[in-house]
């Protein structure tokens, strides 16, 4: 039902910012919680950020906190990471993942039902 394109990524170098965007289709937004997740070269896939579904709510890894924010747009149906300070270390594929959920949302792979196909962003030194 619900389809997610991300955009936005990238190469910039390190302490510049991009900011990434999930265009979401085929389901009412509003009723999902919503977050980004990374994959890093030979890692496994890790939690970035979340937003529950009224956007009161966010959590973030300790390793982005005070330098990503996430949001969300109800008029476009868009997801937004805003990253800045960007570290080499931040290089991976970013996802987004949306999940019918009642609480304020979560920061494990298996709660969320729709999943993007992914974002680049290269940091360099």
């Known amino acids: 039902q619900v389809q997610l394109v991300e955009s936005g990524g990238g190469l910039v170098q390190a302490g510049g910012s991009l900011r990434l965007s999930c265009a979401a289709s085929g389901g009412t937004f509003t009723t999902y919680a919503m977050g980004w997740f990374r994959r890093a070269p030979g890692k496994e896939r890790e939690f970035v950020a979340r937003?529950?579904?009224?956007?009161?709510?966010?959590a973030y890894a300790d390793s982005v906190k005070g330098r990503f924010t996430i949001s969300r747009d109800w008029a476009q149906n868009t997801m937004y990471l805003q990253m800045d300070s960007l570290k080499p270390e931040d290089t991976a594929v970013y996802y987004c993942?949306?999940?019918?959920?009642?609480?304020?949302?979560?920061?494990?792979?298996?709660?969320?039902?729709?999943w993007g196909q992914g974002t680049q962003v290269t940091v360099s030194s």
């Open positions: 937003i529950n579904r009224n956007g009161g709510d966010r």
């Open positions: 993942a949306a999940g019918m959920m009642y609480g304020l949302g979560s920061t494990v792979e298996s709660d969320y039902d729709y």
